[in-house]
């Protein structure tokens, strides 16, 4: 049996296969034995795994757990055992069993092997797995001492890296920003590789985006040894070498099983005429859909892709910039009702072009076409991923091209966190369901749009709004049933403005079923545990999300999502001083004052309080402590809201 804790938690068979548990706590037993190879006390495992009961019936469970891991584990299997007495129980395995151990093994000795060591750290112990405090706090030393060898590796590659190609620091240079932006020796790194490879623009590019980080998530600034980076270390660094020529497409070899391919579709080229901007966009969105849907891929989301439309970027630049490996690039032409869509795939690496193809058509031909061009894809990069493997099999295209037309132009409008843009997509979406009533995209964005209204507290009559959302969800949930953006939007609407938080989750978990590579819907997976008052569990889904989508434009609202967690966590301090980040970079998203206001006072500062109560109803003159109470999504937690009534008091916010 082998054993993941990095980046996860899974164990598979010696053959691949995936082994299961009967309990979560079983898995996460095996991972704390995995943390103390010399073996643990039964009663600490107990005090962690079953804290609210009593010793005997602990000791019971405790020992039914371990009865399971044995029966998972294979009969006579020398690499990986149990030992135990009557106090304490001891995971016996060879390294190669335990990625743990394999990768603390080839950091040791007189020649350590830092690149195999890199490839098996895939994130923080556990990353993505909800762990309750007791066993949260259980792993927290653990995994800080693990990251701290990480990030000495990511440094000693850099150095290592200067006279090879710098694949193996940028990718873990880039798994440790993606779980924490301001690692500044990542950062580090990889500027020094950049100075390596010779390219001091990137390097002094790569700095900024260090200060950014850190000043966003810490209020420092880079320390000395960074900035001296840059001072001298052009002159340091030896010139980097030639290119290698670039790979025939025919001699590139799929990635290996287990490893995930992360891949990006690049804004389309529109040879339409500006008029046709948004449809351009919608063709690329959808392709992105269907490619995320396929489980081997990491698939970059579409927001942080869009930035870079309308400019010219190298390939190679891109891979190193998002840590991708492959690059979908295409035109799209429309005349009339005839479309034009050329594709191609490329090796971010070596720029070789792995596959390329044209499609023309009627327009009522662009379903057909973009689940060809990602099935295509698809086969390209992994020869193993079948066309069916695509979840798009299923999904019936609208009726009627003008309602999906409609949509395609809603979707800036949605997104733009502007009331005035808001109302128009809702009048471009109130078009679409009455040229088809049965188009399930339409009624799902056109709830979460009404949704927002009541949120962000843009409607006058947040009643009206919210019965508007409430039909349109409705008139959605019997026609989405394999659509995941609109499974997310309805899942997001009803936990904002609707009190049925589980049916919301049983939304939005049907959605990452299905594309668990969606980002939207991972942030409003956050939201959702914050209105839950799970708020670690927020942390995580919010940072799933930014590892998605790292340039994201709406990435703030994830950051705001990050401040409600430690504002409902009670850190008012840590929280406020997040959201004033926030502001500070978006001063037209007016509706985070309310945030700033409750949780600044709570920490005892009222000016900036009271100042940010003032800007709200500066912005908003509906804005009062009724109206909270009626359209605020926290009102679902009666305890965590009472504190946030009180803050808004403090902060002098009028109560009609």
């Given at each position: 049996?082998?054993?993941?804790?990095?980046?996860?938690?899974?164990?598979?068979?010696?053959?691949?296969?995936?082994?299961?548990?009967?309990?979560?706590?079983?898995?996460?037993?095996?991972?704390?034995?995995?943390?103390?190879?010399?073996?643990?006390?039964?009663?600490?495992?107990?005090?962690?795994?079953?804290?609210?009961?009593?010793?005997?019936?602990?000791?019971?469970?405790?020992?039914?757990?371990?009865?399971?891991?044995?029966?998972?584990?294979?009969?006579?299997?020398?690499?990986?055992?149990?030992?135990?007495?009557?106090?304490?129980?001891?995971?016996?395995?060879?390294?190669?069993?335990?990625?743990?151990?394999?990768?603390?093994?080839?950091?040791?000795?007189?020649?350590?092997?830092?690149?195999?060591?890199?490839?098996?750290?895939q994130g923080d112990l556990l990353a993505g797995i909800p762990l309750p405090d007791p066993l949260d706090q259980w792993f927290a030393p653990h995994r800080q001492a693990?990251?701290?060898?990480?990030?000495?590796?990511?440094?000693?590659?850099?150095?290592?890296?200067?006279?090879?190609?710098?694949?193996?620091?940028?990718?873990?240079?880039?798994?440790?920003?993606?779980?924490?932006?301001?690692?500044?020796?990542?950062?580090?790194?990889?500027?020094?590789?950049?100075?390596?490879?010779?390219?001091?623009n990137a390097a002094l590019r790569q700095l900024e985006l260090c200060r950014e980080a850190l000043r966003r998530e810490l209020d420092a600034d880079p320390e000395p040894?960074?900035?001296?980076?840059?001072?001298?270390?052009?002159?340091?660094?030896?010139?980097?070498?030639?290119?290698?020529?670039?790979?025939?497409?025919?001699?590139?070899?799929?990635?290996?099983?287990?490893?995930?391919?992360?891949?990006?579709?690049?804004?389309?080229?529109?040879?339409?005429?500006?008029?046709?901007?948004?449809?351009?966009?919608?063709?690329?969105?959808?392709?992105?859909?269907?490619?995320?849907?396929?489980?081997?891929?990491?698939?970059?989301a579409r927001q942080s892709a869009f930035t870079y439309k309308g400019r010219f970027v190298d390939v190679r630049e891109v891979g190193r910039e998002l840590g991708v490996?492959?690059?979908?690039?295409?035109?799209?032409?429309?005349?009339?009702?005839?479309?034009?869509?050329?594709?191609?795939?490329?090796?971010?690496?070596?720029?070789?072009?792995?596959?390329?193809?044209?499609?023309?058509?009627?327009?009522?031909?662009?379903?057909?076409?973009?689940?060809?061009?990602?099935?295509?894809?698809?086969?390209?990069?992994?020869?193993?991923?079948?066309?069916?493997?695509?979840?798009?099999?299923?999904?019936?295209?609208?009726?009627?091209?003008?309602?999906?037309?409609?949509?395609?132009?809603?979707?800036?409008?949605?997104?733009?966190?502007?009331?005035?843009?808001?109302?128009?997509?809702?009048?471009?979406?109130?078009?679409?369901?009455?040229?088809?009533?049965?188009?399930?995209?339409?009624?799902?964005?056109?709830?979460?749009?009404?949704?927002?209204?009541?949120?962000?507290?843009?409607?006058?009559?947040?009643?009206?709004?919210?019965?508007?959302?409430?039909?349109?969800?409705?008139?959605?949930?019997?026609?989405?049933?394999?659509?995941?953006?609109?499974?997310?939007?309805?899942?997001?609407?009803?936990?904002?403005?609707?009190?049925?938080?589980?049916?919301?989750?049983?939304?939005?978990?049907?959605?990452?079923?299905?594309?668990?590579?969606?980002?939207?819907?991972?942030?409003?997976?956050?939201?959702?545990?914050?209105?839950?008052?799970?708020?670690?569990?927020?942390?995580?889904?919010?940072?799933?999300?930014?590892?998605?989508?790292?340039?994201?434009?709406?990435?703030?609202?994830?950051?705001?999502?990050?401040?409600?967690?430690?504002?409902?966590?009670?850190?008012?301090?840590?929280?406020?001083?997040?959201?004033?980040?926030?502001?500070?970079?978006?001063?037209?998203?007016?509706?985070?004052?309310?945030?700033?206001?409750?949780?600044?006072?709570?920490?005892?500062?009222?000016?900036?309080?009271?100042?940010?109560?003032?800007?709200?109803?500066?912005?908003?003159?509906?804005?009062?402590?009724?109206?909270?109470?009626?359209?605020?999504?926290?009102?679902?937690?009666?305890?965590?809201?009472?504190?946030?009534?009180?803050?808004?008091?403090?902060?002098?916010?009028?109560?009609?």
């Amino acid at each position: 049996m082998r054993i993941r804790i990095l980046g996860g938690l899974e164990l598979r068979s010696a053959q691949g296969q995936p082994v299961r548990l009967p309990t979560r706590k079983a898995a996460l037993l095996v991972a704390m034995l995995a943390c103390g190879a010399k073996g643990l006390r039964r009663t600490a495992l107990c005090e962690a795994l079953w804290p609210d009961r009593g010793e005997a019936q602990a000791r019971s469970s405790l020992r039914q757990a371990l009865a399971a891991i044995r029966a998972a584990m294979p009969e006579g299997d020398q690499d990986l055992r149990l030992d135990s007495d009557t106090e304490t129980v001891r995971l016996v395995a060879a390294p190669h069993a335990l990625d743990l151990w394999q990768f603390e093994a080839l950091l040791a000795g007189q020649a350590p092997d830092r690149r195999a060591a890199a490839a098996l750290y895939q994130g923080d112990l556990l990353a993505g797995i909800p762990l309750p405090d007791p066993l949260d706090q259980w792993f927290a030393p653990h995994r800080q001492a693990i990251r701290r060898k990480a990030l000495d590796l990511v440094e000693q590659l850099s150095r290592d890296d200067a006279e090879a190609d710098g694949t193996a620091c940028e990718a873990l240079a880039g798994r440790l920003l993606a779980a924490d932006p301001a690692a500044e020796e990542a950062h580090r790194a990889l500027i020094r590789l950049r100075l390596a490879q010779g390219r001091s623009n990137a390097a002094l590019r790569q700095l900024e985006l260090c200060r950014e980080a850190l000043r966003r998530e810490l209020d420092a600034d880079p320390e000395p040894e960074t900035l001296a980076l840059l001072r001298d270390g052009a002159r340091a660094m030896p010139a980097p070498p030639a290119p290698a020529p670039p790979a025939p497409a025919a001699a590139l070899t799929p990635p290996p099983r287990g490893d995930q391919p992360a891949i990006i579709v690049m804004p389309f080229d529109n040879l339409s005429g500006e008029a046709d901007g948004y449809f351009v966009d919608g063709v690329v969105e959808e392709i992105t859909g269907a490619l995320s849907r396929v489980k081997e891929f990491f698939v970059i989301a579409r927001q942080s892709a869009f930035t870079y439309k309308g400019r010219f970027v190298d390939v190679r630049e891109v891979g190193r910039e998002l840590g991708v490996s492959y690059v979908v690039e295409g035109t799209v032409r429309r005349g009339g009702d005839r479309l034009r869509i050329s594709v191609q795939l490329v090796d971010a690496g070596t720029r070789a072009q792995l596959w390329s193809d044209r499609y023309e058509g009627a327009i009522t031909d662009i379903f057909d076409f973009q689940d060809r061009i990602a099935s295509q894809v698809a086969g390209a990069i992994l020869p193993t991923v079948r066309n069916a493997e695509i979840a798009v099999a299923a999904r019936k295209p609208p009726g009627n091209l003008r309602a999906h037309d409609l949509v395609l132009r809603a979707y800036p409008r949605i997104w733009s966190h502007d009331a005035e843009e808001n109302g128009q997509a809702i009048a471009l979406l109130r078009d679409a369901v009455a040229l088809d009533p049965r188009y399930g995209r339409a009624h799902a964005l056109l709830a979460w749009c009404h949704s927002q209204d009541v949120a962000y507290a843009w409607s006058g009559d947040p009643e009206a709004s919210r019965d508007a959302a409430r039909q349109a969800i409705e008139s959605a949930a019997d026609a989405i049933a394999d659509d995941p953006t609109a499974l997310a939007a309805v899942g997001a609407a009803i936990s904002l403005c609707l009190d049925d938080l589980p049916r919301a989750a049983s939304f939005i978990e049907s959605a990452l079923a299905l594309d668990p590579n969606h980002a939207w819907a991972w942030a409003r997976y956050g939201w959702l545990a914050v209105y839950q008052q799970r708020q670690d569990e927020a942390i995580q889904r919010f940072e799933r999300s930014l590892a998605l989508s790292p340039l994201d434009p709406l990435a703030f609202n994830l950051r705001i999502g990050i401040a409600a967690a430690f504002g409902y966590k009670g850190d008012y301090a840590e929280a406020a001083r997040r959201i004033r980040a926030v502001i500070d970079r978006h001063p037209r998203v007016t509706w985070v004052y309310r945030m700033l206001a409750w949780t600044a006072a709570l920490a005892g500062d009222l000016p900036t309080a009271r100042d940010a109560a003032r800007k709200l109803t500066a912005a908003n003159p509906h804005a009062s402590i009724e109206m909270m109470r009626r359209s605020h999504p926290g009102r679902h937690s009666a305890e965590a809201f009472d504190r946030m009534i009180e803050g808004w008091r403090l902060a002098g916010l009028p109560e009609r």
